[in-house]
T-cell receptor, first 113, second 118 residues
Framework: DADVTQTPRNRITKTGKRIMLECSQT?????MYWYRQDPGLGLQLIYY???????NKGEISDGYSVSRQAQAKFSLSLESAIPNQTALYFC????????????FGEGSRLTVL | AQKITQTQPGMFVQEKEAVTLDCTYD???????LFWYKQPSSGEMIFLIY??????QNATEGRYSLNFQKARKSANLVISASQLGDSAMYFC???????????????FGRGTQLTVWP
């Protein structure tokens, strides 16, 4: 089983719908992140959390919200999805004591029609 | 300003040849880390190599090496003896601050699409 698991892996939805992407990890890391990947733009940070009580906005947090339900779980919500939120979404973790290397989930491909 | 710049949207290399993927970075923090990730067409992100700003030697991991030129703020990835399976998108990334820094997050470049041909 993957150390960082994202669900769903693929989702097609309609404009205006609420969507939740879930992430769970078995690595025991305190730090968790949500990134978005668009073609030609690399990965952009949406939100990050350094522990259960800590939530921080990244560069592109507008239109998104997150919840850190437990050390191992970090979910990303789109309250009212719009077509330009169509992208590949990655959850990642890192170890406080490590180099900062990110350990990625397999990605969630979201299409908003 | 971009913290990570990858100026090569696409690169082509023949199998068994070496290839260099360029990466420049921008930070005023004396302590930072540099990373390279590979993303094959299947989409997953695979960590390749890491270089700390205070590391004296260039990092190497198998066929991957990182050509770290601190004064030029460059961290180029060198892949030796390219293989067909090296065809993928490659991302350079940077952590500002020391290990465990509360700054924590990584900044990514836009990536370079590498194609290896037979």
């Amino acid at each position: 089983d993957a150390d960082v698991t994202q669900t769903p892996r693929n989702r097609i939805t309609k404009t205006g719908k609420r969507i939740m992407l879930e992430c769970s990890q078995t690595k025991g890391h305190d730090r968790m992140y949500w990134y978005r990947q668009d073609p030609g733009l690399g990965l952009q940070l949406i939100y990050y959390s350094f522990d259960v009580k800590d939530i921080n906005k990244g560069e592109i947090s507008d239109g998104y919200s997150v919840s850190r339900q437990a050390q191992a779980k970090f979910s990303l919500s789109l309250e009212s999805a719009i077509p330009n939120q169509t992208a590949l979404y990655f959850c990642a973790t890192s170890d406080l004591q490590g180099s900062g290397e990110l350990f990625f989930g397999e990605g969630s491909r979201l299409t908003v029609l | 300003a971009q913290k990570i710049t990858q100026t090569q949207p696409g690169m082509f290399v023949q199998e068994k040849e070496a290839v260099t993927l360029d990466c420049t970075y921008d930070t005023s923090d004396p302590s930072y880390g540099l990373f390279w990730y590979k993303q094959p067409s299947s989409g997953e992100m695979i960590f390749l190599i890491y270089q700390g700003s205070y590391d004296q030697q260039n990092a190497t991991e198998g066929r991957y090496s990182l050509n770290f030129q601190k004064a030029r703020k460059s961290a180029n990835l060198v892949i030796s003896a390219s293989q067909l399976g090296d065809s993928a998108m490659y991302f350079c990334a940077m952590r500002e601050g020391g290990r465990g820094s509360t700054l924590g997050r990584l900044y990514f470049g836009r990536g370079t699409q590498l194609t290896v041909w037979p």
